[in-house]
């Protein structure tokens, strides 16, 4: 009976347990890839980065990639600005129109072309120097001029005393004039050749150039007024202490900021000019005393009125921006109307030693001695 039973129910059971067995692999088939992607994920550790974060997490790692590249940045522009210096240095830099400069360096909107760009590197500007820009003419008139009047104060203080009747007196005098336009023309040249560096070197500068047109008016003023005046002592320390003031007056309105912009060009040139004008009534004084024959033939004033002339024309020009203004972009970069300025100042000043040399040539032939009726 156990038998015939156990035979009975062995096909059936053998039914079930293969049905099971297959249905079992059915769901293993089924589950694998997600069994072996939690295996991996298992073996990498944290969840993976295609599972979106949550916010929090998001904005902090965010905050520690912008902070990671901040430094780098800096020092990509670092490297970038070392690189134009670089190029600057090299002299690759080419000149720019005046539209793109920056604003400290627009000074003559008639010139507009030809203008050098910023170059933060004194070793730039100073290799400029022989190169073909609206500066070149500014840099080279000036510069040639401060070589002319250096060596004529130094032939001119190594003269032998017996030529002087005064000699320690009139060294002072003439050293007086020679070092004031020694200043003023290489304040002027230097100026103009680190006038592209930075505003801060540029406006330092140009304080210096302004400083240093006052001090050749007032040095000229000293031999003139000492030989002029050389038998009235009291004319010639008051002319001598106004002029002083005066100049040392210009200096000091030379120190604003504002009086090197362009809108104060006209103010720069009635400052020096009115500074130069000044000696209009001594002049009047020395003509009236003299005569007018004796003060233009013996007193030297025909030399002195033509100094005059080319100080007020190159003034003039300065101001008005003549030619440029009537030619815009045809003088940009010769024959410019700051050009013409530094040439007839450095004509003026010469044409200024002359006549100085002349009354002294003659103060030597009298022998130092006076007449009552004369201030020479």
Same mark, same amino acid.
């Given at each position: 009976?156990?038998?015939?039973?156990?035979?009975?129910?062995?096909?059936?059971?053998?039914?079930?347990?293969?049905?099971?067995?297959?249905?079992?692999?059915?769901?293993?088939?089924?589950?694998?890839?997600?069994?072996?992607?939690?295996?991996?994920?298992?073996?990498?550790?944290?969840?993976?980065?295609?599972?979106?974060?949550?916010?929090?997490?998001?904005?902090?790692?965010?905050?520690?990639?912008?902070?990671?590249?901040?430094?780098?940045?800096?020092?990509?522009?670092?490297?970038?600005?070392?690189?134009?210096?670089?190029?600057?240095?090299?002299?690759?830099?080419?000149?720019?129109?005046?539209?793109?400069?920056?604003?400290?360096?627009?000074?003559?909107?008639?010139?507009?072309?030809?203008?050098?760009?910023?170059?933060?590197?004194?070793?730039?500007?100073?290799?400029?120097?022989?190169?073909?820009?609206?500066?070149?003419?500014?840099?080279?008139?000036?510069?040639?001029?401060?070589?002319?009047?250096?060596?004529?104060?130094?032939?001119?203080?190594?003269?032998?005393?017996?030529? #002087?009747?005064?000699?320690?007196?009139?060294? *002072? &005098?003439?050293? %007086?004039? @020679?070092?004031? $336009?020694?200043?003023?023309?290489?304040?002027?040249?230097?100026?103009?050749?680190?006038?592209?560096?930075?505003?801060?070197?540029?406006?330092?500068?140009?304080?210096?150039?302004?400083?240093?047109?006052?001090?050749?008016?007032?040095?000229?003023?000293?031999?003139?007024?000492?030989?002029?005046?050389?038998?009235?002592?009291?004319?010639?320390?008051?002319?001598?202490?106004?002029?002083?003031?005066?100049?040392?007056?210009?200096?000091?309105?030379?120190?604003?900021?504002?009086?090197?912009?362009?809108?104060?060009?006209?103010?720069?040139?009635?400052? #020096?000019?009115?500074?130069?004008?000044?000696? *209009? &009534?001594?002049? %009047?004084? @020395?003509?009236? $005393?003299?005569?007018?024959?004796?003060?233009?033939?013996?007193?030297?004033?025909?030399?002195?009125?033509?100094?005059?002339?080319?100080?007020?024309?190159?003034?003039?020009?300065?101001?008005?921006?003549?030619?440029?203004?009537?030619?815009?972009?045809?003088?940009?970069?010769?024959?410019?109307?700051?050009?013409?300025?530094?040439?007839?100042?450095?004509?003026?000043?010469?044409?200024?030693?002359?006549?100085?040399?002349?009354?002294?040539?003659?103060?030597?032939?009298?022998?130092?001695?006076?007449?009552?009726?004369?201030?020479?």
């Amino acid at each position: 009976m156990a038998s015939r039973k156990a035979a009975a129910t062995g096909p059936g059971t053998g039914l079930a347990a293969a049905a099971n067995r297959e249905r079992a692999h059915l769901e293993l088939a089924e589950l694998g890839p997600l069994l072996e992607e939690k295996g991996e994920q298992g073996a990498a550790g944290p969840p993976s980065a295609e599972d979106p974060p949550c916010p929090a997490a998001r904005e902090e790692e965010e905050e520690v990639v912008r902070v990671l590249t901040l430094p780098l940045q800096a020092h990509h522009a670092m490297e970038k600005m070392e690189e134009f210096v670089y190029k600057v240095w090299e002299g690759r830099w080419r000149v720019i129109p005046y539209d793109v400069l920056p604003d400290w360096l627009k000074d003559n909107d008639y010139l507009l072309h030809g203008h050098r760009p910023p170059m933060p590197s004194f070793r730039a500007c100073f290799k400029s120097i022989f190169r073909i820009h609206t500066e070149t003419g500014n840099i080279w008139t000036h510069l040639l001029g401060f070589v002319l009047f250096l060596c004529l104060g130094i032939l001119t203080m190594l003269r032998p005393n017996m030529y #002087f009747m005064a000699p320690l007196q009139e060294k *002072v &005098v003439f050293g %007086m004039f @020679f070092l004031g $336009a020694v200043l003023c023309l290489s304040f002027s040249w230097l100026f103009h050749t680190v006038y592209c560096h930075s505003e801060k070197v540029s406006r330092t500068f140009s304080k210096l150039d302004y400083s240093g047109i006052a001090l050749l008016i007032m040095g000229s003023f000293v031999p003139w007024l000492y030989y002029s005046f050389y038998c009235s002592p009291q004319p010639r320390l008051i002319y001598l202490s106004i002029v002083c003031v005066l100049g040392i007056s210009a200096i000091i309105v030379a120190q604003w900021d504002r009086f090197a912009t362009p809108k104060h060009r006209q103010t720069r040139a009635g400052v #020096f000019l009115g500074l130069g004008l000044s000696g *209009v &009534v001594p002049t %009047m004084h @020395f003509t009236i $005393a003299e005569g007018f024959v004796k003060a233009t033939t013996v007193g030297q004033m025909g030399w002195f009125f033509l100094m005059a002339v080319m100080y007020i024309t190159g003034a003039g020009l300065y101001a008005a921006r003549i030619p440029e203004r009537f030619f815009p972009g045809k003088f940009d970069i010769w024959f410019q109307s700051h050009q013409i300025f530094h040439v007839l100042v450095v004509a003026a000043a010469f044409v200024h030693f002359y006549g100085v040399s002349n009354l002294q040539e003659f103060r030597y032939g009298l022998e130092g001695g006076c007449t009552d009726d004369s201030l020479l």
